[in-house]
């Protein structure tokens, strides 16, 4: 395409995206189809990247994360974020209005939703977003454009080229954080346990593509320059951010006079809080007028406007049925609560851990108990008390079990501990606990081998110990005709499966499960030992020579490399193929390409330019287009370009076909 009409493209392409974006996720009302979508918006790549010289950080193609920052800078508020007190209940309420009446002001209120997410300042310089930053301790916060770009319902760019300020919040979708743990719980790995924490620490990534990947939104409140553009109540300045196309929550806003209408609008919301789809924790009452907000000031801490009015923790009643047992890979009994189906925020809450003996009798507890549960960190239930009141007598005493429920043997209380033990390696609860264990994330890394899938593989009989993993292939066309399994999922586990026999020694030395001996431990193992025959030829003084392993660790780590079991588990794994080896930092080629900025020139024999940049991306490097002093690494193929030279010049790592070809082929 002609270099004119290349460039009216790709500003038309740009406005284009922008609105619909704008549709999609300000205004809630799609106007194209996601195919639509995703063309239009690869055709503006497509263009960006034959012509670099029209590149412009607002562009929407600069939102799909890949942006990876090495620290976050520290930025200075010009005007403190401020927090809100607290209030819980209505005299709290009350007395805010009173004050606010004293000093003659009239009770004119905009109410809000207290949004459950974390305050986000958003600088815009003649229209476009020059930066973003947490609101840290209210003096300084921390950089984070990289990660709010990636959230489509900020504006790269606005539709007045103006300097402005605006705050709000960043949260994630109550359904995003749902997905998130659903795939976790698949996987073995440990929940996200609320939407705010998930979305603080989505923001708190280096590597902007996870927070592109968690899909966070935003709300609006807070302009804190109103002045500047004659803006005269808070309802306006809401009004004013909203036409600039920030998402403010319209809907829910509202405008109030007195104290009665501000507890029907907490009432209302209260009815309706569960429906929403992301979490409020609270109401946030703000003195609409701004000049009356000017004469109210502010204390040390917090504007005297406005109020913020906090839920209180949700509390349901419900029977508990009975307690029942379960057992770790360590043989650890923990008893469980199972309880009548309840809803609490939202979602069915049929069991909870009791921990251990000591915590069931301190809490008295009784099967047929009236309990009250709420959400511990709003996602994990925990049962708050047993009603005393309501006890019938009819309630049946708790009583601790001494023998294992799965494989009968005599449970063991270490002295000075709280739990019980089943001391037996064989039972088949701690085997099944065992293998999934080792196929999890930080162990060997199996992708589709999680906890419910093994339970199924187990109690099947395909996956009966570690060694029968490696041969599940021979269970293909059995696991194919499985309800829930087809071809193509069966074949990425059995790939995956194949894939780990080459991972680092430390993933599979934390993945036997060694008592004791989490992943960092089996790190500093290798490193020292550097293979498995080493660590097996240890002597006891060996291990307790290292810094950091006491005696404990030392007798754990010689009892199990002189157990027979283990040691011909350990000769049937080297059989099957699997690395014995620390591959050490080098060899790792995650981290290879991890954080890297690459560039390409001339022509791969092996892989074409966009798979290879799609690779290059998908394990978390990035590809530009020009050779720069922040460029990292230049790939350099055939007949390359004048970017070979630039890359010499500057002396930049240069990778040859066959380096990344070695590099690839490990991935
Ligand atoms: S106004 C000076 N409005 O709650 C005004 N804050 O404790 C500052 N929040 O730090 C904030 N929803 O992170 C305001 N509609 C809302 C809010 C809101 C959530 C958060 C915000 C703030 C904290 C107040």
């Known amino acids: 395409m002609e270099k004119n009409k290349a460039k009216s493209r790709i500003e038309y392409l740009r406005a284009f995206i922008n609105k619909t974006n704008y549709e999609y996720y300000v205004l809630d009302s799609p106007t194209i189809t996601d195919q639509e979508f995703d063309s239009y918006l690869r055709e503006l790549e497509n263009l960006e990247a034959e012509f670099p010289e029209f590149d412009s950080s607002t562009s929407p193609t600069k939102r799909v994360g890949g942006e990876v920052i090495d620290r976050f800078k520290k930025v200075k508020h010009k005007i403190p974020m401020l927090s809100l007190p607290d209030v819980f209940d209505a005299t709290e309420i009350e007395d805010f209005n009173a004050r606010i009446l004293k000093e003659k002001i009239l009770p004119i209120y905009v109410c809000e939703y207290k949004i459950d997410g974390l305050s986000v300042s958003l600088h815009y310089e003649k229209g476009e977003l020059i930066f973003a930053a947490t609101r840290g301790d209210g003096i300084t916060g921390e950089d984070i454009t990289h990660n709010v770009r990636t959230i489509k319902s900020v504006h790269l760019k606005i539709n007045k080229p103006i300097d402005i300020e605006v705050r709000g919040e960043i949260f994630m979708p109550k359904k995003v954080l749902e997905e998130i743990n659903d795939k976790r719980k698949i996987k073995g790995e440990p929940l996200l346990q609320n939407v705010r924490n998930a979305a603080a620490g989505s923001i708190r990534q280096l590597d902007s593509k996870i927070a592109a990947e968690r899909k966070l939104d935003t709300w609006i409140y807070h302009l804190p320059?109103?002045?500047?553009?004659?803006?005269?109540?808070?309802?306006?300045?809401?009004?004013?951010?909203?036409?600039?196309?920030?998402?403010?929550?319209?809907e829910a806003n509202r405008v109030v006079t007195g104290i009665e209408e501000v507890q029907n609008y907490?009432?209302?919301?209260?009815?309706?809080?569960?429906?929403?789809?992301?979490?409020?924790?609270?109401?946030?009452?703000?003195?609409?007028?701004?000049?009356?907000?000017?004469?109210?000031?502010?204390?040390?801490?917090?504007?005297?406007?406005?109020?913020?009015?906090?839920?209180?923790?949700?509390?349901?009643?419900?029977?508990?049925?009975?307690?029942?047992?379960?057992?770790?890979?360590?043989?650890?009994?923990?008893?469980?609560?199972?309880?009548?189906?309840?809803?609490?925020?939202?979602?069915?809450?049929?069991?909870?851990?009791?921990h251990n003996e000591d915590y069931v009798l301190m809490k008295d507890l009784k099967i047929g108990d009236v309990v009250s549960i709420r959400k511990a960190g709003d996602v994990i239930p925990e049962v708050v008390e047993r009603k005393i009141e309501r006890r019938t007598g009819a309630e049946e005493e708790f009583k601790m079990i001494t023998q294992c429920p799965i494989c009968d043997s005599v449970l063991e209380k270490k002295k000075d501990q709280v739990d019980y033990y089943c001391m037996n390696p064989s039972c088949p609860a701690r085997k099944s606990e065992g293998l999934i264990h080792f196929c999890s994330r930080k162990a060997m890394n199996i992708d589709g081998l999680g906890i419910e899938i093994m339970e199924d593989f187990f109690n099947l009989g395909f996956i009966k110990k570690i060694s029968d993993i490696y041969f599940l292939f021979q269970h293909r066309k059995d696991l194919i005709e499985l309800e829930?399994?087809?071809?193509?999922?069966?074949?990425?586990?059995?790939?995956a499966i194949e894939d780990s026999k080459s991972n680092s020694l430390e993933r599979l030395l934390f993945g036997l499960g060694i008592s004791g001996i989490g992943d960092k431990t089996a790190l500093l193992l290798v490193k020292i030992f550097k293979n498995m025959d080493n660590l097996m030829n240890a002597t006891y003084d060996d291990f307790k020579t290292i810094k950091d392993i006491g005696p404990t660790l030392a007798e754990n780590l010689y009892n199990y490399f002189h157990d027979v079991e283990n040691i011909s588990l350990i000769e049937e794994l080297k059989k099957i193929g699997l690395n014995m080896n620390y591959l050490g930092e080098n060899e790792r080629h995650h981290d290879l390409i991890s954080g890297k900025r690459f560039v390409l020139t001339g022509t791969l024999s092996f892989i074409d330019r966009d798979s290879l940049s799609g690779l290059l991306t998908s394990y978390g490097g990035v590809t530009s287009s020009s050779v720069s002093k922040k460029t990292d690494v230049v790939i350099v193929g055939e007949n390359p370009g004048s970017k070979y030279e630039k890359a010499r010049e500057l002396n930049i790592e240069i990778w040859d076909e066959e380096k990344i070809k070695s590099i690839v082929d490990k991935l």
């Open 484 to 495: 829930g399994y087809g071809n193509k999922s069966v074949d990425n586990l059995l790939a």
């Open 266 to 354: 907490i009432e209302e919301t209260s009815n309706i809080r569960a429906t929403l789809p992301y979490e409020i924790d609270g109401i946030v009452i703000k003195v609409n007028s701004l000049e009356s907000q000017k004469n109210l000031g502010f204390t040390s801490k917090y504007p005297k406007w406005a109020i913020a009015y906090k839920f209180p923790a949700e509390e349901v009643l419900t029977t508990l049925r009975d307690i029942v047992f379960t057992v770790g890979r360590t043989g650890r009994i923990t008893p469980n609560a199972v309880l009548d189906p309840v809803i609490v925020m939202g979602s069915t809450v049929k069991r909870a851990t009791l």
């Open 225 to 250: 320059n109103p002045e500047d553009y004659g803006i005269k109540t808070h309802e306006d300045s809401l009004n004013f951010m909203s036409e600039l196309g920030f998402k403010v929550n319209k």
